[in-house]
T-cell receptor, first 117, second 111 residues
């Protein structure tokens, strides 16, 4: 159980274009999903917390108008990187909490590697 | 600012030995603690969770928690080359459901 998928697994785009990344919980309903970014040789950096049916909560320094998050159902959250630039190139990883579990474990998707040319 | 500290390593251990990883955290009210394993180029994988003081064993892994000292550790027994990865300590914030991650400890198991 607790399987999270992400799509696409990698994407290359031109500067100025937008990219959408999907995160799905496959075998459970995710009350909360999280979006992280990880640069090479660095740890995970939380970008935002996404709750189904409500607006995402962004971490300090993360531009909400650039990184659009939608959590329209209990199994799907999307992250759209708008007007992407080379400095947005990174490994984007989503995670989800299984509301059935008493703990606060987060289960991670396989990640999406974004390269902006 | 809430912090989670780990030795970055690399921690080099011979095959079959015990790898000992340490993690300290600053949020005294934290109640949930997790160890994730991350292979190079991959996303983190949950390997252990611990909520109470003491030891918790799962296969070759043992997590140890001491809330008074704000310290959590992970032991990997009979280390295998496949255990070579970065191990991330994560602590749930006392208020809310966010995890704060340490920088990770890179473990190298040499045959």
């Amino acid at each position: 159980g607790a399987v999270v998928s992400q799509h696409p697994s990698w994407v290359i785009c031109k500067s100025g274009t937008s990219v959408k990344i999907e995160c799905r919980s496959l075998d459970f309903q995710a009350t909360t999903m999280f979006w992280y970014r990880q640069f090479p040789k660095q740890s995970l950096m939380l970008m935002a917390t996404s709750n189904e049916g409500s607006k995402a909560t962004y971490e300090q320094g993360v531009e909400k108008d650039k990184f659009l998050i939608n959590h329209a159902s209990l199994t799907l959250s999307t992250l759209t990187v708008t007007s992407a630039h080379p400095e947005d190139s990174s490994f984007y990883i989503c995670s989800a909490r299984d509301g059935r579990l008493a703990g606060n474990e987060q289960f991670f998707g396989p990640g999406t590697r974004l390269t902006v040319l | 600012q809430k912090e989670v500290e780990q030795n970055s390593g690399p921690l080099s251990v011979p095959e079959g030995a015990i790898a000992s990883l340490n993690c300290t955290y600053s949020d005294r009210g934290s109640q949930s603690f997790f160890w994730y394993r991350q292979y190079s180029g991959k996303s983190p994988e949950l390997i252990m969770s611990i909520y109470s003081n003491g030891d918790k064993e799962d296969g070759r892994f043992t997590a140890q928690l001491n809330k008074a000292s704000q310290y959590v550790s992970l032991l990997i027994r009979d280390s295998q080359p496949s255990d070579s990865a970065t191990y991330l300590c994560a602590v749930n914030e006392a208020a809310g459901n966010k995890l704060t991650f340490g920088g990770g400890t890179r473990v190298l198991v040499k045959p």
